[in-house]
């Protein structure tokens, strides 16, 4: 029963305390804080979680979780050390791979590009490639045929389209393993994939058989590719990969080509948080000052329902609610609306800026998206309201011990 009338008589209170022009404008400047606050923090952290799961399903699910390579040997044995590798505890899969540099040319347009040989059957277990490949059945990037798989970045500033021949130049050991010798061979463009970013501006794929022909190597591989289970314990699963291999190897994780976008969203994102939660508490002193005027105001009020029997405990809940209302409840309804219209439109907006002003806000060329991504994570939302009416409340902590203070019959005298 107490709690149903403090809640009443602090919704009255909030409606009458609207009605003056001072308490009117700093409670609306209050609201309007808050709204604004939580609004943009909602759409902050959506664009950060929105990068990080485009991180988790582009690059990610298409470079290797981890890499073995050998140092002063080749892996010709390499079919048996996939079974050794595969059966360590968190390796999903692992494929072979020839890694090599060399150059594109089409016409007088040369580009340096890093060209790796790839089993299309047993990479598609450790890569999401296929999926971004354009123009040619996965299935059918087979050996023997003189195709090659190009980024589309590289086909553009090559001027390269789908069925085009291209001349491949690579180099490769002498005899005594110190002479570069250049080798020249055409290939024609069957596929092309659309990743964006550096890694994809200068990457080739040609099939594995292919390049073990160019490098004059037989069977022998470059190293050994491997996806596991939980990414981040990707350097733990490669280096015990590469123990039970038995050689000399070089190992390296995606965490240290890519870990250091993971750590920066997740910076930026504790930024973001701070820095709203402090814009949000200077919203809330607003709310106290609100209070501690409305106090004042309505001092006759307060020393009427003392003088009525009520005790510290209802004084206190009804501005301990009229705080709450005015920013926890009010405040944080606006701004999650909006931040949560925002958030679902803002690849559209942004889409709708860059084409009225012309200007690219991500280069896919750079970045691995040409977009601004947006992903609501309702847990940011409800961690984000407890926020503001913990603020909130504690901002009204100090007006209602205030109000409790009030002695009736000094107030009731100067009236």
Request: net charge positive.
């Amino acid at each position: 029963m107490k709690k149903s009338l403090s809640f009443f008589l602090g919704i009255r209170f909030s409606y009458s305390f609207r009605q003056g022009s001072i308490v009117s404008l700093i409670g609306v400047l209050s609201i309007l804080g808050i709204a604004l606050s939580i609004s943009v923090l909602i759409i902050s952290l959506s664009v950060m979680n929105g990068f990080e799961y485009e991180l988790n399903h582009r690059i990610l699910a298409v470079v290797p979780h981890g890499e073995i390579e050998s140092v002063n040997q080749t892996f010709s044995t390499w079919r048996s050390l996939l079974n050794v590798v595969e059966k360590v505890p968190g390796v999903v899969a692992a494929a072979p791979y020839v890694n090599s540099t060399g150059l594109i040319q089409n016409g007088r347009r040369v580009l340096a590009v890093q060209i790796k040989g790839i089993d299309a059957q047993l990479e598609s277990r450790i890569s999401a490639i296929p999926f971004y490949v354009q123009g040619l059945m996965w299935k059918h990037f087979v050996s023997g045929q003189k195709k090659v798989l190009i980024g589309q970045s590289a086909a553009n500033s090559l001027n390269i389209k789908l069925g085009d021949w291209i001349s491949l130049m690579i180099t490769k050991s002498g005899s005594d393993n110190k002479i570069l010798q250049k080798k020249k061979v055409a290939l024609q463009v069957v596929g092309m994939f659309n990743l964006n970013g550096i890694y994809a501006n200068n990457m080739v794929y040609i099939p594995l058989i292919d390049m073990q022909n160019l490098l004059e190597i037989g069977e022998s591989i470059t190293g050994i590719a491997i996806r596991v289970d939980h990414p981040f314990h990707a350097e733990q699963v490669v280096y015990q990969a590469g123990k039970r291999t038995g050689l000399y190897v070089a190992i390296r994780s995606w965490i240290s080509t890519y870990g250091y976008m993971y750590h920066d969203i997740q910076m930026i994102r504790g930024l973001l948080y701070l820095a709203m939660v402090l814009i949000i508490g200077i919203s809330c002193f607003n709310i106290m000052s609100t209070l501690v005027i409305a106090i004042k105001d309505k001092g006759s009020d307060i020393a009427i329902l003392r003088t009525l029997g009520a005790k510290d405990e209802l004084i206190c809940s009804i501005f301990l609610w009229y705080g709450l209302l005015l920013g926890g409840l009010t405040g944080s309804i606006i701004g999650v609306v909006i931040g949560i219209l925002v958030v679902v439109n803002l690849t559209s907006i942004f889409y709708i800026f860059e084409k009225v002003t012309g200007y690219h806000l991500l280069s896919g060329d750079i970045y691995f998206i040409d977009f601004i991504p947006s992903r609501l994570d309702w847990i940011d939302v409800i961690i984000i309201l407890l926020t503001v009416v913990v603020l909130s409340l504690g901002s009204s902590w100090y007006p209602a011990q205030k109000a409790i203070r009030l002695c009736p019959a000094r107030v009731l005298s100067e009236k």
